[in-house]
């Protein structure tokens, strides 16, 4: 006789409680992950790649641009300035940064069930950000407008996997170039209530930003708590300006969060070696996080890197593919070690469509994004054309696919439901499961799908006119947005935030220049 | 002053030995994975799923349909049979395929050059397998014919990438269902000189398959050696039937391997949980696998797996979804710990045709593969429609994107050239890398780049005729297709080869009954 087990009772109604508890935990405004994260590296060798960066900001150190108060604030914190350079005693960084930086922290929507917590085991998928073009496919690619901005926070309102309403999600270039951070963060508070990133071309428009969540918020709530969480690049190699670490400034003063980020295109901005990026990159940010924590102790501070490979024939950027891949599996074990949130990935490409291309190398750009353990995951949805375009159908596409990350990286059920040994064992051989009562409790949250995929019968796809997934998603936006419907935004803050949004705007001439 | 090291000299011709090495690396017929596999469960999570694994195989069994010789195979070694239903006692599979099956194997292919070794840490690539239809820019979809299993055996022959000439690229259906497989073994022996696989539709065939071997590589040296592996599958839940497993002895006892892998659509042909289809395919593997050993220890035999998530709308399978990618890293899990290699994923998707939602599909499938360390990835290239179809461009698409795993697998380079500390000291804060000594002794072999990519700029492509991945990738197979030349083959060899199976087809009147 085989051998009996007697582990197994009442499927059916754990199942339909593991069900139900799955269901709630997708219903957060944010993903925790339970799987480990992917390790390429050895201790021995994130060791090397810290050592390197210690090396590299004690022996050439950081260029600090215009922003004389900077110097003195890194020289009278212990770094060594001469002239505009900035030399950081070993270990100097790392130290600042593990004192006082907090390893998470909640970035508050002004819709409270939206709020997230930014940190390990947390992901926050975040729109992309920074384009000056949109394209749909109606009409192809053009400038970006500020109805197009509008139109992207609705859409990123509507789609449950953007935690985040992001920054700029396009630029719009029918407004000056001094004045559009107005428009922008007044968007994203009033046609969504998800968190959102404000303004950093200068540190004034930084000021502006939190300016305008004091009067959402109120101007004693934001000194406690964090509403913003803005992106401040490097301006790789090695050197940061009085724009970007100058809003960050304004940021960490007022207890907002900045996401520090080295942008490196490798072989022009840097080395052409992941070892060697990783390495300049941990430099470059352990150099601004520090800046933030000298400015105001304990203010949120993320550990962020871009770094894309280059076309050896042209000297394109080139996405989707894996050496970017081994450089965030890398990036985020260096950020855990340092105990901060990490910033790093997306759907990224160089195509300029929503196709193949385009699919593939975002996919092969997010599917270690999730692996990493990346906490905070910038360009989730909508990039094409390595950043100068945004997308409507590629955002809808994007989105739809990053809906897929809290299944992933919720990792294998083993509860009793998720083993279906009951099942297994009284399903026998050659019969098919799809009426087993392991089968019906499960069913409706078994398998996570994409909604603009289309799996159905090549007969049924012919039939419903033969489209490719971009037609899809271009009726799945146009929808989307006809179905939009604004979060309810008090009246009275609304009218103080136009108002003193068109006090500040006539109180200075518009200019192009940044 | 900064501290200073001095463990940095001489990075030019450091790093141009570290090019060449590199490329020495890749030009291997195979790749060999050095980053650690991806573990998503624990190793007490690994352990519940073997015993759950034992508890079927002692409970519920294995049914054997219609093959009373494989009855009397599994009794005398131990199995308790009643009727066609065997059932082993626990551990007794394990410890059958652990005495004897190797953990690798090398499958010999004609030209020496190409032969592969299939199992850790390396990982072959091989063509998608089985699809009845075959769809291009020019016919679209349509039923496929011996023309398009020749042009398919030539695709592969001319992919880098690929490393493996497959099996089935295409269903035949022009010829005989009972005479196929003739064809299709002898062009995979004819067009290319990469190995291949042989029938498994019946024992027969199997047996035909072998003997087509026997005439390439001599009797003596099959007996000795692998040339062939092929795939059969169970008839998932819990059953082998006498085509696949009949097909199995004739390979096994004849030294040819064999890939056992269960087949499974979660919901319909097992539960709709990870954790419950990684026990149920463990149990049917195992079955198969001990059989191989059974026949003739020491047979070379692949741990397989197939198991793709469902619509829960349509019933239809869904591809590119977390749960099969979860269960990728767990049967891959399994495999490393019961000894053997391990087949399972590639590239692929429900789409119809080569757009967005069969490249993110792929990749989704494909990077979660190449994490999980299997060693010989079926249906790689050309996958469309749930394997209904192989897609021409697809093909090459897949086949493409698949040439980043050996720079995705070969991890992060921590040599002193791959650190690149001499060229980030040297060049300053806000100086470019183009033209260091580092960066051209690295150029060539630094980035992996996919050729039917575009990353030019938008004006260049519209320049170009803006043409999507498909359109590319056509004019990559017409253009491989008109440039292809065969591999030399023996006339001697050709000639006995033709001969046989024109001898062989005339024995018997041909059929399309399976």
Redesign the interface.
Known sequence: M????GRRRGGGREARRAARTRETATALPYITRR??P????SEE?LT??ED?AD??L??????I?EFPEALGIFESNGA?VQGT?V?F??GMCREIIQATAPSRYTQHARNPARSVEIGDPNMVMVPAYGSPFVRNLEDG?RYATIDDFRNLVKLAYASPSMHHSGGTLCEPVDLPVNKRHFDMVYSHIKYSDKPFMGSVTNPSRAQDSVDMVKILFGEEFIQEHTVITSLANA?S???WDHAMLGSAKIYAENNQAVLIAPFIL???????????V???TLAEAMAGMAFTQMVRPGAPVIFGSFAS???????????????P??MMF?VAALARRLGVPCRLGGNLT???????????????TF??TL?SGANFVLHSAGWL??G??MGYEKFI?DAD?AG??P??VA????SE?????D???T????????G?E??LA???T?????D???????EQ??LEG?K???AR?HERWRQMLSDYEPPPLDDDVDHRLTQWIEERKSSFPDSDVA
């Open positions: 085989p051998e009996q087990t799987v480990p992917y390790e390429v590296l060798g090397t790649i390197n090396a590299i004690a022996e050439v150190g950081i260029e641009v060594d350079r030399r005693p070993r690619r301006n190699p090695l050197s490798a072989g022009a901005m840097g080395p052409v070696t992941t070892a060697g990783a390495a300049q490979s280059m076309s050896m024939q042209s000297g394109a950027p080139t996405f989707g593919t894996p050496e891949a081994l890398t160089a195509s300029k469509i929503p196709d193949a291309q385009a699919a593939y190398e975002s996919a092969t599917i270690p692996l054309e390595g100068l375009t596409l696919m897929m990350a299944s992933l990792g294998v059920d083993l439901n998720g083993q279906a040994m099942a297994i064992l399903t026998g051989p050659g019969q098919h499961y799809l087993t392991h089968t499960n069913f409706e078994a398998f996570w799908r994409a603009t995929s289309d799996s159905n019968s090549f796809w012919e033969s490719d997934a971009a998603a």
